[in-house]
């Protein structure tokens, strides 16, 4: 099964600190855990019509959720993947630019 650029980017991850990287062109995304960097950047190419210079992925581990003091669950766990634009290049779709 191929994979679009919209099964690839599922979304911005909107913080504070996400969006004060976006004024130095980096910008994060939440992404499917068995993606990988090249898959990302072309994604984002496509999507936003950009040229991507850098691509560093992080997973996220899942949170222990209790209830009265039992650990009932836990969050799911993410992949995060933060991209850096070339120079003179901005995303205007997200926000901050």
Do not use: C
């Amino acid at each position: 099964m191929r994979k679009g650029p919209h099964d690839v980017i599922l979304g911005p991850v909107v913080t504070e600190k996400s969006t004060d990287l976006q004024r130095n062109r980096t910008y994060v995304f939440r992404v499917p855990v068995d993606a990988n960097k090249i898959e990302i950047r072309l994604a984002t190419e496509a999507l936003f019509g950009v040229q991507v210079q850098k691509v560093r992925t992080l997973r996220v581990r899942p949170k222990w959720r209790t209830s009265r003091g039992k650990r009932v669950g836990a969050t799911p766990r993410w992949k995060k993947a933060i991209v850096r634009l070339k120079e003179g290049q901005t995303i205007d779709k997200l926000g901050v630019g």
